[in-house]
């Protein structure tokens, strides 16, 4: 019975970090390197989809700042992109986009691209 009662703290605690841990798999994580030349393609892949489904003729800048998740459901990597572009009249946005990518299939999805409030 001692025994019981030192190994049963153990046991809880084990349980707490096991809970707490898988809590956070699959979360956002900020990408760290931003200017890395594959997320500014994301970037630039968004605006260019988004010209095409919407008949707009925005110019991608740069991405400035995003995260990514693994969408355990579906096998792909999620992108949150938020991103500068500039539209005909030389005005300058800052937009959001949400972009789907496949590892090695060549899979790629606008999942929604708009302007921020902020911008």
């Known amino acids: 019975m001692r025994m019981f009662l030192i190994l049963l703290p153990l046991l809880l605690i084990s349980l707490f970090f096991q809970v707490t841990t ?9 990408i760290e ?11 630039n892949y968004a605006v260019s989809e988004h010209n095409r489904q919407s008949g707009d003729n925005l110019d991608f800048l ?3 700042s995003g995260a990514k998740q693994f969408d355990e459901a579906t096998g792909r990597e999620k992108y949150g992109l938020y ?7 030389d005005m300058l946005g800052l937009y959001r986009a949400l972009v789907y990518e496949g590892y090695g299939d060549g899979y790629r999805e606008l999942k929604f691209f708009n302007r921020t409030s902020s911008s």
């Not at 991103?83 to 009249?89: H, K, P, T, V």
């Open 22 to 30: 898988t809590q956070t798999v699959g979360g956002w994580e900020p």
């Open 33 to 43: 390197n931003i200017t890395d030349s594959h997320v500014q393609e994301l970037g």
């Open 83 to 89: 991103i500068e572009a500039g539209d005909a009249e």
């Open 62 to 64: 740069y991405v400035m």
